[in-house]
């Protein structure tokens, strides 16, 4: 399995980007996601849809981040609004093959995403 990421970047506190991740290699999947980590810190959890469509969000991204799935391309998209510098981390995309997978099956390269005036 590989996953291809792209949309990082630059942006000004208020702004937003949108990050996509495409998986590749692999036939049938449970979930994609995205989760990330800012220096210093632990990689969590921020984002998760399932190949149905059902979605969750971390508390701290909930009203701001949505996350869409593109079933026929194998690509899940995660829009950013109202970006805070608290939102700065690398964001990396991940996939589960399986309900049951307790961790992630594959792991995007990272992108950076920097949010600052």
């Known amino acids: 399995v590989q996953l291809e990421e792209s949309g990082g970047g630059l942006v000004q506190p208020g702004g937003s980007l949108r990050l996509s991740c495409t998986a590749s290699?692999?036939?049938?999947?449970?979930?994609m996601g995205w989760y990330r980590q800012a220096p210093g810190k632990q990689r969590d959890l921020i984002a998760k849809?399932?190949?149905?469509?059902?979605?969750m969000y971390a508390e701290s991204v909930k009203g701001r981040f949505t996350i869409t799935i593109d079933n026929v391309q194998d690509t899940v998209h995660l829009q950013m609004n109202s970006l805070v510098p608290e939102d700065t981390a690398v964001y990396y995309c991940?996939?589960?093959?399986?309900?049951?997978?307790?961790?992630?099956?594959?792991w995007g390269q990272g992108t950076q995403v920097t949010v600052s005036s």
């Open positions: 849809i399932t190949t149905l469509g059902n979605a």
């Open positions: 290699g692999i036939f049938g999947f449970d979930s």
């Open positions: 991940f996939l589960n093959i399986m309900v049951s997978s307790t961790t992630p099956d594959a």
